[in-house]
Every structure is written in structure tokens, then in C-alpha cells.
């Protein structure tokens, strides 16, 4: 049972940054596929962006590309998601999934390890 536990949300305006962490004492972590998804109220779940295997690739939904980054330390057990000029749409909860097969998947169902998530308001 991998074990995921999402930090670093907060309340920021518009513009601002973040940087959420994704802590996992699972030693293999580079051997699974690590996403960001997101829920605003009333909304289904979306895909934000994924990691690939030893973090070679990454897979950004269009709506978030060239604002969020996601990248991984592996010897912290460690994937972050740093989120640049914020907007209001943005505020949603934050979720942390892993994927054990090695390709994309950008629905919630392709996932297996979820964390609990952690707020992200961005005020106007």
C-alpha cells in the first residue's frame, strides 16, 4: 500500500506562486507514475499533470501548461508541484495519485494511491 500525503496549499492572490509536496515513504517511487489532479466544488476531478518513470517525461493538461511544474526527488521520496501566476480558477483541492503501469493516464481511474489532498485558493 503506497502511502501519499499532499502539503503546501494555501490561500494566495492572483499571480502568486506555490509549491505543493507529495511525500511517500514508498522506496520505489521512481518506478511509479506520479499525478496532480485537482476538484473544485461541484466539479469532477481533472487531471493537472503527471510524471513519468524516473521522472524522464511529463504530460501537463493544456489548461495549466507553462504555469505548473511537476518534478520529482527521488531521494526524498518526494514529487512537487510548483504553481506560477495563479489564477482564480485554479482554487480547487489538490490531490497527489500514483500510477504502478508505466504509461499516461489522465482520468482518476488510472490511478490506484491517492493522498488526502490540500486546499488551493486563489483570491482575485
Known amino acids: 500500500q503506497v502511502q501519499l500525503v499532499e502539503s503546501g496549499g494555501g490561500l494566495v492572490q492572483a499571480g502568486g506562486s506555490l509549491r505543493l509536496s507529495c511525500a511517500t515513504s514508498?522506496?520505489?517511487?521512481?518506478?511509479?507514475?506520479m499525478g496532480w489532479f485537482r476538484q473544485a466544488p461541484g466539479k469532477e476531478r481533472e487531471f493537472v499533470c503527471a510524471l513519468s518513470w524516473f521522472g524522464r517525461n511529463t504530460n501537463t493538461a493544456d489548461s495549466v501548461k507553462g504555469r505548473f511544474t511537476i518534478s520529482r526527488d527521488n531521494a526524498k521520496n518526494t514529487v512537487y508541484l510548483q504553481m506560477n501566476n495563479l489564477k482564480p480558477e485554479d482554487t480547487a483541492i489538490y490531490y497527489c495519485a500514483a500510477r504502478r503501469v508505466n504509461s499516461w493516464s489522465s482520468h482518476p481511474s488510472g490511478y490506484a494511491y491517492w493522498g488526502q489532498g490540500t486546499q488551493v485558493t486563489v483570491s482575485s
Open positions: 514508498e522506496p520505489t517511487l521512481s518506478r511509479y507514475v
